[in-house]
């Protein structure tokens, strides 16, 4: 068989990119007020979020949710349009994540005495969030969880001296700890505050602070072995990766920056965004398009800018965001990204969960060979369909369904070879 002749590949959005223009932003949820982490599905439209029962408690502590009392959790199938509380028992929730497709579910609660039930512990549903099983993970202050995209395997961070990261191979079922260093470079221990895990589950990075100056460490062999980075040791808050884990995020408290890393955290390089505590950042699956959040009042002491801040270029540049910002309301506490960077959401642990969405401009990749043509795309937040044409003004479905790669969180459609010259495109149906 003649391999493919390729004259041309089409995108049906062009690309445009204004570094200085920030999102707008929307209200969601406005039936319930207050907010402490949120999950996405790659694609955005499910999402499952913790809700705190007592703006009073919790307030000032570490780990956050160590003194709140029975948390709930919901779920919403829409986008955040609509919200429905799941099956999981009250409990100090603090930290959630999804696989991709939302199906699968793991939270983890601190052991922290507080008013109401506390039970402690790590959760998982596979069924969207309907039911949920108790893992066999210790009651402990499980301060960070993060899943692979297949949701089988994850991570699991304990905060406390002399605490591991914690690792599970079969959706969050069983876990057990790895050998994350117990003290870093320059001899404190590792209070880890944030996980995060690559796509396929073989990256891993953990940040450790707080309680004492931290190091951010990295495996790259699914939990095998760690090894720490060359991150100034300091007082983390937040960590973050790429879908392929090369990219890593991480932001400090006050005062801090947050911090890029392009090489698996060989180097790092202090960003331009202001100082203040970063409690959480997201960032799509290419490592462009990244969030990050920062509350208004600093526990530490002094004025934070208490605002939403993006970069939809690697982290060089970075736009404040249209988001309320009073000093006696909102504390933006968490944020989380579709895998195309263009639906994000914030939520703030006094009001409501906010979100923006941006029209997606989808990359079409092309990989050929002697035997098959490959189109792949980053899965979007708004629904395409993949278009061949062999005279760019007669357009076609192609029929052949996109397949999920959970490696790189990319939609993959498989061709046979032709002798013609043909045009592919993605549009909206």
Known sequence: MKPVKILGLVAAISIMVNFAVAQTWTQIGASIPNWLSIAS???????????????????????????????????????????????????????????????????????????????????????????????????????????????????????????????????????????SPLTNSLGYSNYWVSVASSASGQVLAAAAGNWEPGAICISTNSGATWSETSAPISNWRTVALSANGSELIAGQEYPGLVYISTNYGITWTATSTPTSTWNSLAASADGSKLIAACPSINVVGGVSPGAIYTST?????????????????????????????????????????????????????????????ALSWTIPSTNFVLQQSA???????????????????????????????????????
Do not use: C, H
């Open 41 to 179: 599905s790659a694609n955005g439209t499910k999402l499952i979020a913790i809700e705190s029962t007592d703006l009073s408690q919790g307030i000032g502590s570490f780990p956050p949710f160590a003194n709140y009392p029975a948390n709930l959790i919901y779920s919403s199938t829409n986008s955040g349009a609509s919200w429905t509380q799941t099956g999981a028992p009250t409990n100090n929730w603090g930290f959630i994540t999804s696989s991709a497709d939302g199906t699968k579910l793991v939270s983890g609660a601190s052991g922290a005495s507080g008013i109401g039930v506390s039970t402690g512990g790590i959760f998982v549903s596979t069924n969207s969030g309907d039911t949920w099983i108790q893992s066999n993970a210790s009651t402990n202050n499980w301060n960070s969880i993060a899943s692979s995209a297949d949701g089988n395997r994850l991570i699991a961070g304990a905060y406390g001296d002399g605490d591991s990261v914690y690792l599970s191979t079969n959706a969050g079922m069983t876990w057990m700890p790895t050998g």
């Open 313 to 373: 270029n690697f982290g060089v540049d970075w736009v404040s965001n249209n988001v309320p910002n009073n000093v006696l309301y909102f504390n933006w506490e968490f944020v989380g990204s579709s895998a195309d960077g263009n639906k994000i959401f914030a939520v703030d642990n006094y009001g409501e969960i906010w979100t923006s969405q941006t029209t997606p401009s989808p990359q079409l990749n092309l990989t050929t060979s002697k035997t098959n043509l």
């Open 391 to 429: 005279d760019l003004v007669s357009w076609a479905d192609v029929t052949n369904p996109p397949v999920l790669n959970l490696t790189n969180l990319q939609n993959q459609v498989t061709l046979t070879p032709s002798n013609s010259s043909d045009f592919y495109r993605l549009s909206t149906p």
